[in-house]
């Protein structure tokens, strides 16, 4: 096996796919189908979209055009035509690494017009991610980050190259709780606004999700289990900005080699160590475990 390609070499060959990918589902969002519903824990994870499934296909063709010999893990990979043809969709050995897609994170935000859906890929090492770029059409904006070395924010005008480094800075007083968290609201409601997605998602008016940590829009989040082709890859994009991610005992976070099916269990997100502590004591309290 030749040595993988750096993860920077894989998002700058990546990203012209990428943005053209965003443009498409920018311009048939209006006009999208929605393809039965597929198995699932919750009616977002569960939504399934014309939009998914081609641009997996695209970036299949442009992985296996550019880099053959590369393992791709993506998250329609049952349904399209290309998975027979990669090496492994299996998390590699030290340095082998698995690039991963998830090709309309919030496909269910997606369907009912919202803003804040997002094209996540990750590069993935033995033990850690070792980049994340995540791109999020409607807002014409694309946000990456690489491992000891920050996160960037640009617009979908532009390359890699002319990113701006993200950095923490000032945060609105919101917490967000994933699906299945909602015995953590009274824990919460004294000190923050807590937006629970299990409860407050609305057809008609958007609210943040876990992007919503890149812009100010959130102080944290709670996931009980963290995807690494979606929520997990967003954590380290927070964590290359300055936040505090650990599991929710508030320990470091597993090494993916630990995790199973593709996931990490609960992850806490935190602005600071204040806001950090209040969510471990409010878990705590809950008696929350991670998902099983």
Request: hydrophobic share 40%; glycine share 8%.
């Amino acid at each position: 096996m030749s040595q993988s390609p750096t993860p920077r070499l894989i998002l700058e060959t990546l990203f012209p796919f990428l943005k053209v990918a965003a443009a498409y589902a920018h311009q048939i969002q209006s006009r999208i189908a929605a393809h039965p519903s597929k198995e699932a824990d919750n009616f977002f994870a569960a939504a399934l979209s014309d939009a998914d499934l081609s641009i997996q296909t695209m970036m299949e063709v442009a992985l296996l055009g550019s880099f053959p010999n590369i393992r791709f893990y993506g998250e329609e990979h049952e349904k399209t035509y290309n998975t027979k043809y990669f090496r492994s969709i299996e998390l590699g050995p030290e340095g082998d690494y698995l690039v991963t897609l998830d090709p309309i994170d919030g496909t269910r935000f997606y369907l009912d017009g919202h803003s804040n859906y997002q094209i996540i890929l990750t590069v993935l090492n033995w033990d850690e991610f070792e980049a994340v770029i995540t791109l999020l059409p409607a807002q014409n904006t694309f946000i990456y980050a690489l491992r000891g070395q920050g996160a960037f924010q640009g617009s979908l005008e532009g390359g890699l190259e002319n990113a701006q480094p993200l950095q923490l800075g000032e945060t609105k007083p919101t917490i967000l709780l994933g699906w299945g968290l909602a015995s953590l609201v009274p824990q919460l409601t004294d000190h923050y606004q807590v937006i629970d997605v299990t409860t407050h998602y609305s057809q008609e008016m958007q609210i943040p999700n876990f992007s919503g940590l890149m812009n100010g829009d959130l102080s944290g989040a709670v996931l009980r289990g963290g995807n690494f082709i979606d929520g997990a890859a967003l954590a380290f994009i927070a964590q290359e900005m300055g936040f505090l991610v650990t599991d929710l005992a508030g320990n470091p976070p597993p090494p993916l080699h630990a995790c199973t099916d593709y996931r990490r269990t609960g992850l806490l997100v935190a602005a600071s160590p204040t806001v950090h502590q209040y969510l471990v004591e409010a878990v705590r309290k809950a008696a929350i475990g991670p998902a099983v």
